[in-house]
Structure formats: C-alpha cells, structure tokens
C-alpha cells in the first residue's frame, strides 16, 4: 500500500461550512484551494468601478466575500490570521484546473442532490486518478452521488461530514459509498483523528449518519414533550444544560443558535426517508415549529427564534422567551426544580445521572421520559446506523456537546433501572440488550487494565475500543495507578518513569492542597521517577489561583497568612522550574492566572490548540504574584539583542499583563511570548495531550535532563522603564482609558518590571523579582477598590472595572 500524505486540499463551495472546512485545513498547515461559483450579474459596488462579467475581482466575488466574512466572524474558524495566507480563492470556471494538483478534494456545495452530481462531473474531468474526493453532505445517501461516475471515482469517494463549526466541533463522520475502498477509510479515519484532531467515526450510508440521527430524534423528542409536561422553554434549558454535561446553551438556545431551518431540514430528511423508523412521528414537526417556520422566527440569523432580544425605553436589552402556547414573546421566567437541588454538591456529572432519573418532581418525571425515550431509540438504532454503540455515544460527544454519550448514560443509571424505568413509560429497548443481560454482561463499557471495552452484540463479548494506544485516559487508570491522592490533586503514575499530577478541586482553581500536591508531585518525581507531567482531562486545564481564599484573608486583614500562601506559590512554581527532574505542563481550555503561571514555569508545554491562555488577575484588582510578572520581565530581558529598544520589548510584555490578553489558540500565544517558539509546541488532538506531554518528559530525562541554575543575571532597566511606564499610566487616566485603580495596578506592576526605582540598568535576580511582586501582590489587597473587584468577580464570574 502506498502512503498518502496529504500536502494540499480544494474545498468546493465556501460558505459558513465550506469556508470553516478550509480554515480548519490551514490551521493543521495544509495548502488549501478554495473554490465557488462566478456571479451572474454585477452588483452596485461593481457597476460603480466600472467593473465588467469578466473581471477577475467579480468572477471571485463570492468566494471572496464568503472567505472574508468567515475570517471576521466570531469565535473565529481559524488559530491565527496569519494561518489565512494558506488558502488560495478562485472560481469553478477559471480555476477548476487545479484541482488535478491537490491530494484531497472536498464538495461542501448547497444540499441539492442534482447540483452535487454536476459539480462531481466537472470535477472528474480536471481530478487526477486516486485523488481522495469526499462530499460534507450532512444526509444524502452517499450511494446517489456516486451514479455515472467512474470506477476509480467511485473506490476513492465517501462521505466526510465535519460539523459545524468545523473548527470546535470534534465529529468527523465518515460515510462509505458502495465502492469506497478500505484503504481510503482507514486512511481517513486516521488522518481525522491524528491531523485534524477529530473524533473520526466510520458510519453507515443511512439517513443523517449517526449524530443527526441520535441528535435531532433527541430535539424531536423534546419539542414534543415540552407541552405534554407542561414545561417552559426556560425549564427545558435549564434540564438539559450544563447540569447534565451539555452545553450552556441547552436545546433551545442551540437550536437558535444553528438556525430552526436547519434542524427542520434534518428532520424532514428523517420523515421522509425513514418510514420504517418506530419512532417515525416524531420526527413529524409539532404546530409551534411549523408556525415558526412560517413567520420566519428561525434564530439568531433573523433576530428571534425561542428568544428574541430586544431593547428597553432606558437603551438596556432584555432576552425574551417564546410561550409556546400562544406564540408571543414575555419576560424569562426562572426555572426551579428541586431534583437539581440534589445533585448541587455532586460535581462530577455522571454521578448526578442516578439522583435525576430518581427525583420526585416534575424534574424526575421529565428525565425519565427523556431518557427512556433516548434509550429505546440508540438501542433500536443498532445495527441500522452502526454496529458499535460505542461510535453512537463518541458522536454524541463530538457532535453535539455532550460530556456522555447515551449508553454512558445509561450505565450510570444502571443498565436493569434504565430498562425498568422505559417499561414505566411503556417502552422496550432492542432484544439484543437483554440478551447483553442474560449473557452476564451487566453494563455497556468496563474498564481493565486502563483500557476501555464495549459490549459487542455479535460475539456476545466485552471487546477492547480499538485506537486507544495513542492515548493516556486518566479516567481509566486512576483508580488502578493512583500514587497519592489530596483534596486538590491525584498522582498517577502515566507509566515509563513518568508521574502525572492531575487537579481535582473545583474548575481546577489553585489552592493550599493543589500546591501541595504539586510539591508531592515533585517530592516523588525526583525521588523514585524521571519525569513529571502536570495535566488533566477536565473541561478547562485551570481558572487560577483560589481567589475566594485570597479574598477571606484580605478581608480578615490577616496580611501575615496571605503573605505566606503567596510566598508558597511562589516558591512552588520556582520548584517546578529548578526540580532535578523534567516538568511538563499540558494546558488546555481556560488556563487563566495561576494556571498560566504554572505553565511558564514548567520545562516545556505541550498545548492543545484549544488553550485560552493568559494572565488576567487585573481584572480582579492585581498583578500576577504567583511568579508571572517577574517571568515575563525575564522572558522580555531574554529577547533583548544588541542594538535593539530594549524598553520596546519590555512595553509589549507589560502590555500583555496589564491588558489581561487571552489567546483565543495556543498559536496566539507564542505572539505573547506565553508559549515560546522552539521550546513549547502544540498538539490538535486533545486527547492525545497527556500521552505526547509524557512522550517529550521521558525524552527529555533520557537524553541526560539536567537541573537549571537559579538565574541572577536578569537585566532590569529601573527608572528609565518606571519613568516611560509611568507617564503612559498618566496620560491614560487622563483620557479616560483607565480609571484610577486601572492606574494604580498598572504603576504596581511598572514597578516590578522595571525592577524597582533603580537609578540605572542593573542585573537582579529572580527572587529579587519575586519579592518586589509578592509586596506589590500584598499591598493592592489592601485596596478596597481590589476586594470589590475580587468580590465581584466570585459573585457574577465577570470583571469590575471601579
């Protein structure tokens, strides 16, 4: 078999998904040819130039406005702008030649079965022989596509269906024609999964694949539910939100959110294409959505779909929601239950799953119609849509936001209570589930020896989830390999000499007994291991420092306490910095405050591209005091050459602290100097980040890992850099661009970075910076103005600006 390496894709057809598509390929660094269709007429703009048909501007009108459009939108498709130099636009007349030199070429065109067909003739008369030519269709059957195209045409065709937007959604379906060879699928569904950092699932040809399939049948459900149980729009949404791992927005608010027409289309492909399907009614939509429909109220594309924001008399916007009784918009209306009540102190959600399908409210009575309804229909559904119910709950989760997929769900619940509670609701799941039961099989997953299995209704077995060796599942193997264990922390032991220190307190924020076990950690490392990695597989990798502690003392004037807990940070990220062994930080998600500390003191990160990274602790009214003011003064001083405006470099590095700038990719953080080229590198795929994080540490120790010496060689510029910081500070106030206290946090950190009042450039060392930020740090938590904003901040989770 030869190998495939993929250098360059044409993506045809650039609208919101075509465009995502194509941005996503330029973020992993493939050359990407984005083509569309040549307008047929000018436009107002092109009549006033003077502009004619033929015109390369006009002819590549659409493509170029649909690219642009998509590079401005918001959260953008792509890791960095710069990344946009990799794709080239063009027209499906003047351009279409070029597809001979692409490795991949990719149809993401209006979803009209006679327009794809046309698009692939074109194509295959410019396609070079064994080019890989996929279509993003989210629900033709990919066998119709493929009538009247050649042999070779049809081994190397399939299905790729990313969903949208291509970039944070992680499903990457892949639907096999009739002579889709294997070769291309298992090429396909590896190259998802290791390039593109998806979750590849190889799906059967049937009506919306799998995820639309299981996901819109559960919004179908729902839309028929809500009136039976009497329930509001903001009671659903609050049901089926983040307390059962699902996205902030709900059911209601996505569907607003991706657009009512969407799901409608989705729906009525079902409908029609499915008649043998038992829950076919279902997918019949109810009179509120077909009125919907009719008066246009599709979502946030036409302003108001289940919610509609409008404006007060005093210029303030209020959301209203939908009363789906009588059509009309009202004020939103709180949602209560006390089942929820009961799962407040449950933080992990597949725990929580047991106490809601228990409740004894109208909370209890909606979970278990809800999911009995979703059980039946996933274990129905095999073997239509897919042979392996694991690909069913991998869908789920990387489609749809799940946190656990159905037959999790269900496991949770408990595979005999899930079936009793559907027999309440006079439903039966598939016999093959039985049969699971009487075969002595009493749950849908096990775990042994850190590895996942599934039950396989054709053997009758518990077989292994292939693909598993390229990662490191802390899930599976913490119970099995736990080393020590506080409040704050697990050790495992990741094996091959290697410790990882996983955070366990509430979004992993850094307190006493996080810090402690870091310590540990490296205690242990150093003592009986070669290397440590500190990373968990959490939502976020941390929001930071433990400001509810820090506000407690400040509050209590118990300065001497404060004073010690920010030394012991501080002494424990220089510990992670100058430990004998090699230390690894994993950052992914949110990685704010202290956990960004952590990481800029580590040996080396190895980032997921989704890492949200900065230093943000002006927002509650100081600097940085965990180590990261005087890191990036170093860092600064790192990149001063010979002839350069040294205060230049230094004014980016303060800008980037006293700006609280986040990365919106972890490639925008090497612009920040957070990750450093050459040293810090970043990996697509999440869930293959503790395993290359514990790859680079045992490198690391093997090639003769030795321990740093303390820096005292750190070149400060004293009171020419205080003066140029100061004056700025200044002139802002003064313009109103900061208030006061925004001046008095930027001069504090002025001072730390310019290393104090000195009277002339000096070298200090890095604990001398440490002990000018730690009084700097002490001293705005004294300030009444700093505790409002931290008391502000842990009440609403967002900034004060006083």
Known sequence: MSKRIIKKVAVIGSGIMGSGIACHFANIGVEVLLLDIVPRELNDAEKAKGLSLNDKEVRNRIVNSSFQSALKSKPSPIYHQKFADRITTGNLEDDISKVKDVDWIIEVVVERL????????????????????????????????NDGRSEDFQQHFCGTHFFNPARYLKLFEIIPGPKTTTEVLDFLNGYGEQYLGKTSVIAKDTPAFIGNRIGIFGIQSLFHQ?????????????????????????????????????????????????????????????????????????GSKTGQGFYKKVKKDDGSSEILSLDLN???????????????????????????????????DKAGDFYRKNFSAMFTYVSNRIPEITDNLYKIDDAMKAGFGWEHGPFQIWDAIG???????????????????????????????????????????????????????????????????????????VIEDIGDGILNCEFQSKMNTIGGDVLAGLNKAIDLAEKDFQGL????????????????????????????????????????????????????????????GG????????????????????????????????????????????????????????????????????????????????????????????????A???????????????????????????????????VGTDSMNASNYISEHDQKIANKLAYVMSGGDLSEPTNVSEQYLLDIEREAFLSLCTERKTLERIQHMLKTGKPLRN
């Open 114 to 145: 006679d327009i794809k067909k046309q698009v692939f003739e074109n194509l295959e008369k410019h396609r070079t022989p064994s080019t890989l030519i996929t279509s993003n269709t989210s629900g033709i059957p990919i066998k119709f596509m």
């Open 226 to 298: 809500v009136k039976e149980l009497g329930l509001t729009i903001e009671e659903v949404d609050k049901l089926t939100g983040p307390v059962i791992g699902r996205p902030k927005s709900a059911t209601f608010r996505t569907v607003d959110v991706v657009g009512l027409d969407t799901l409608v289309h989705v729906a009525n492909g079902i409908y029609e294409n499915c008649p043998d399907d038992e829950a076919h009614k279902l997918f019949k939509l109810p009179d509120f959505i077909n009125s919907m429909m009719e008066n246009k109220w599709l």
């Open 326 to 360: 009588t059509l009309e918009y009202r004020q939103k209306k709180s949602a209560r239950f006390a089942t929820l009540e009961l799962t407040k102190t449950v933080d992990k959600v597949i725990d929580r799953f047991p106490i809601l399908a228990s409740g004894k």
């Open 415 to 489: 595979v005999d209570k899930g079936i009793d509670i559907m027999k309440a609701e006079g439903l039966e799941p598939a016999a093959w589930v039985n049969d699971m039961l009487d075969s002595g099989n009493k749950s849908f997953y096990t775990v042994k020896d850190g590895a996942t299995y599934v039950y396989d209704f054709t053997t009758k077995t518990q077989e292994k989830i292939p693909g598993q060796d390229s990662f490191i599942i802390l899930d599976n193997i913490r119970k099995t390999n736990e080393v020590f264990k506080n409040p704050g922390v």
């Open 533 to 592: 990695v500190i990373g968990n597989q959490a939502a976020n990798f941390s929001v930071g420092a433990n400001i509810g502690m820090i506000f407690m003392m400040a509050v209590e004037q118990e300065y001497d306490e404060l004073n010690m807990s920010i030394k012991y940070f501080q002494d424990t990220m220089m510990r992670m910095r100058y430990s004998s062994i090699p230390t690894i930080s994993a950052p992914h998600g949110m990685t704010l």
């Open 595 to 690: 956990g960004c500390e952590l990481s800029l003191h580590a040996d080396k990160i190895v980032a997921a591209a989704e890492t949200y990274i900065g230093l943000v602790e002006f927002g509650v009214g100081v600097i940085p005091g965990g180590g990261g003011s005087k890191e990036m003064t170093l860092r600064a001083q790192d990149l001063f050459q010979k002839g350069d405006v040294e205060l230049n470099i230094l004014r980016e590095h303060f800008l980037t602290i006293a700006m609280a700038k986040v990365s919106t990719s972890a490639y925008e953080a090497y612009d920040n100097n957070i990750l450093q080229k050459g040293k810090d590198i970043v990996v697509v795929n999440k869930d293959r980040q503790i």
């Open 692 to 726: 290359t994080a514990k790859a680079y540490a045992k490198l690391m120790a093997e090639q003769g890992y030795t321990q740093p010496i303390k820096r005292n060689d750190i070149k400060v510029l004293g009171k020419q850099a205080l003066g140029l910081f100061l």
